[in-house]
């Protein structure tokens, strides 16, 4: 083995970017006799015991920056254990984990997953079964948390962020086109059908667009949509294994949504990270998004945006359906550092301390139980939320929001429609042959997952 190849693995493993099992494969693969792997092993061994604290590394799709509270929190407390964040973009992530968990990759030991893929990785043994290490953490985290942490009634990882999405209005937009601006009251919730008539009538009056979503052409943003109209989440049986995207609550939703790009009430060809940006520069009378929006709050004190509050609408004569749901954290199953990942894990999760530090720069409510009630406090003390936030968040969650389909081809079936499905639909694909389409798709894809996990 050449002495720079040596060197540079040596350093690897010191850092934690290896593990001790894929420091002996690659050594004894390139020609280290056992004993000198088991010399470098004892070494780094001694090293590491006697100065350095435990590494760690965890990755997500989040800026660095943002991590940074809770880290310094969590190392305040824990000297032992040193964590190492590494973020990679969030439409990359899921191929870098599937392609890390395929060579069973130990240079990793925490990492971000999106709540409705937890079936999904734990059935492919992507993540620990961690229920006897946690114990009985029910009453720490938001109950409607809780159940995003399982998997066949085993703990797979730990909920830190949730999200509640609400209509945000433009108040000068509305008074100047004379429109009423909806109440915040979820008694007195619009209609989808309420909000497009007000939304074109404030485009009369000067407005370039009446209605645009954060996360347009998204599977969580839209979900609602026919879950509203009684179309369901567009998978169905035991295992949420068979596509159901011809019903016709799913035709009635998708219908609508096509409505609005093919009026002009919504634009096409907007990435996702401008549509906020769209609502402050003034161009948007309705913007659905993620509720008690730290950044927009910022934008109202600074005088940029004059916004209102309301509740996310429903179709007439359906049910309300809201989204939810947000990151957890769970451990590669490769790692060799479980032990210290896991303490970090609890600290963002079950530390109500912890839980606030790791939104102090993100715009989500924790989802640890005593933390949220903290951060309701804080919303409430806000002087650029209106009135009655804090009760139509607390509403929303008691009463409103739906979980995306805890299914073990959650991936397969959300990765087609986010970049299929809803995107042809929003550009003027036919609606029933698009749906047709993406169910006799789905189907196929879905097929040997069926038979290799025995799905229904």
């Excluded at 130990?106 to 079964?129: E, K, M, N, P």
């Excluded at 937009?173 to 008539?197: C, H, N, Y």
């Excluded at 933390?371 to 804080?378: I, K, P, T, V, W």
């Excluded at 002087?383 to 081809?409: C, K, M, W």
Aim: charge should be negative; include cysteine.
């Amino acid at each position: 083995m050449r002495s720079a190849e040596h060197s540079d693995l040596m350093h690897r493993l010191r850092e934690g970017r290896i593990g001790r099992r894929e420091f002996i494969q690659r050594a004894l693969a390139a020609g280290v006799s056992v004993a000198a792997v088991g010399a470098a092993l004892g070494a780094s061994s001694r090293r590491a015991s006697a100065q350095d604290p435990t590494p760690v590394i965890f990755i997500g799709p989040e800026n660095p920056e943002a991590f940074e509270p809770v880290l310094a929190g969590f190392h305040a407390e824990h000297p032992d254990v040193r964590v190492t964040y590494n973020n990679y973009p969030f439409d990359q992530l899921e191929t870098i984990l599937t392609s890390r968990f395929s060579t069973q990759d130990a240079s990793f030991d925490v990492y971000t997953i999106d709540q409705s893929r937890v079936a999904a990785r734990a059935a492919r043994g992507h993540l620990v079964d961690i229920t006897d290490q946690v114990g009985d953490f029910k009453g720490k985290v938001l109950e409607a948390q809780y159940v995003t942490s399982l998997y066949q009634d085993r703990v797979y990882c730990l909920p830190v962020w949730t999200s509640l999405q609400t209509l945000y209005y433009n108040a000068d937009l509305l008074e100047t086109a004379g429109v009423q601006p909806p109440s915040i009251d979820p008694q007195q919730r619009w209609t989808w059908e309420q909000t497009v008539e007000a939304a074109k009538q404030v485009q009369g009056a000067g407005a370039q667009y009446g209605l645009i979503f954060e996360q347009v052409n998204r599977y969580y943003q839209l979900q609602p949509l026919p879950e509203s109209a009684g179309g369901g989440p567009g998978v169905t049986g035991e295992d949420l294994l068979t596509v159901d995207l011809t019903n016709e609550g799913w035709q009635k939703a998708m219908t609508w949504y096509a409505s609005l790009f093919e009026e002009g009430v919504s634009p096409r060809g907007i990435e996702v990270s401008q549509n906020l940006q769209l609502f402050i520069d003034g161009k948007v009378a309705f913007y659905v998004g993620l509720s008690a929006n730290q950044f927009l709050d910022e934008q109202k004190a600074e005088g940029l945006i004059n916004f209102g509050v309301a509740p996310h609408p429903f179709f007439e004569g359906g049910k309300v359906a809201v989204p939810t749901d947000s990151w957890s954290w769970g451990l590669n199953p490769f790692s060799e550092n479980q032990d210290a990942a896991l303490r970090f894990m609890e600290y963002a999760s079950l530390n109500p301390k912890g839980a606030l530090e790791s939104i102090e720069l993100v715009p989500l409510p924790p989802a640890n139980a005593e933390a949220f009630e903290q951060y309701l406090q804080e919303v409430g003390a806000r002087p650029t939320e209106p009135e009655g936030v804090v009760d139509l968040i607390r509403y929303e969650f008691e009463n409103s929001v739906v979980h995306r389909p805890q299914s073990v081809a959650y991936v397969e079936f959300e990765q087609y429609l986010n970049t299929r499905t809803f995107p042809d639909i929003a550009n003027g694909a036919d609606v029933q042959g698009t749906l047709e389409e993406s169910q006799s798709e789905l189907e196929r894809q879905l097929e040997p997952i069926r038979e290799q996990l025995g799905g229904s």
